[in-house]
């Protein structure tokens, strides 16, 4: 574009030198020379029209660029304020489906507990051999209980100062397991203990120990073992020996005793 300017330029120069040393005559413009300098004023024009659209193509360009820049920055901190808001909902979701299943479970589980301790005598020929301590087991929840294992034990503590016991359960105590349905109960095993031992125990010369122990499942959670335990210590309110009265409660009592009273 700038050499035609300059050729331009160039043809006029020319065309006026060489009229110069001619004698003034009236200018002949329909010559050839005068449809020359019109072309190139033309194209002149032209070009001068061409650069003028093109810088202002290349500024809207640049505008353009600029705005599309921007839109893509807010494009993209928008999209990012979107993951989040929908990362956050995705946490709050999932919480709230954990904290309905976990409401949905401690509500509807299987919750089985002991219900203490019970016992009465054993007599023969009109004599007591033995009182029988056993526990009952109740299912208060809405749902069954599986693999329901239990056991029962007591220990005779001598000496001075006797130490309470510590209980653990019988091996091959889960060999016997079953299924206890809802607000069902169940019994433990019947465990004798002997005149001779409940002597000694009135006498104050030892002291007589039970404990029973259980453990389950519940059908929301196979694999998570519940458990709960009972540990008392025996009370005498009478000599043992005699039978008690027609109506008369036993006359062993049963004290919750130590840290082995506890659930899960």
């Known amino acids: 574009m700038l050499g035609n300017k300059i050729a331009a330029l160039l043809l006029t120069v020319l065309y006026r030198t060489a009229n110069a040393s001619e004698p003034s005559t009236p200018p002949n413009y329909g010559s050839s020379e005068w449809w020359l300098v019109y072309l190139t004023a033309a194209l002149s024009i032209f070009t001068l029209g061409l650069m003028i659209y093109t810088a202002k193509m290349w500024r809207a360009t ?6 599309a820049k921007a839109n893509s920055k807010q494009q993209h901190a928008d999209t990012e304020r979107a993951l989040a ?3 956050q909902s995705a946490k709050a979701a999932q919480r709230s ?5 976990q409401a949905l479970s401690s509500s509807q589980r299987a919750f089985v507990f002991w219900k203490g301790f019970s016992c009465g005598p054993h007599i023969c020929d009109d004599k ?9 087991v109740e299912n208060v929840g809405p749902t069954p209980a599986l693999d329901v294992c239990m056991t029962i034990r007591s220990q005779v503590v001598r000496g001075a100062a ?3 016991p510590v209980f653990t359960p019988d091996p091959g105590f889960l060999n016997a397991s079953t299924v206890l349905g809802p607000r069902a109960s169940g019994q433990s095993g019947y465990m004798p203990i002997s005149i001779a031992d409940l002597a000694d125990c009135w006498e104050r010369r030892a002291e007589i120990y039970v404990w029973s122990y259980l453990q389950y499942r ?3 959670d196979p694999d998570k073992i519940h458990h709960h335990e009972q540990c008392a210590k025996i009370h005498l309110i009478h000599e043992p020996s ?3 009265p027609e109506g008369h409660p036993p006359y062993l009592q049963f004290g919750v005793h130590g840290s082995q009273n506890s659930a899960s």
Request: hydrophobic share 40%.
């Open 97 to 101: 489906a954990d904290i309905s299943a």
């Open 62 to 67: 640049v505008e353009l660029s600029k705005e």
């Open 218 to 220: 519940d059908i929301f």
């Open 85 to 87: 808001t929908a990362e």
């Open 162 to 164: 006797p130490q309470p």
């Open 242 to 244: 005699t039978p008690p």
């Open 128 to 136: 007591i051999k033995e009182y029988v301590v056993f526990a009952q």
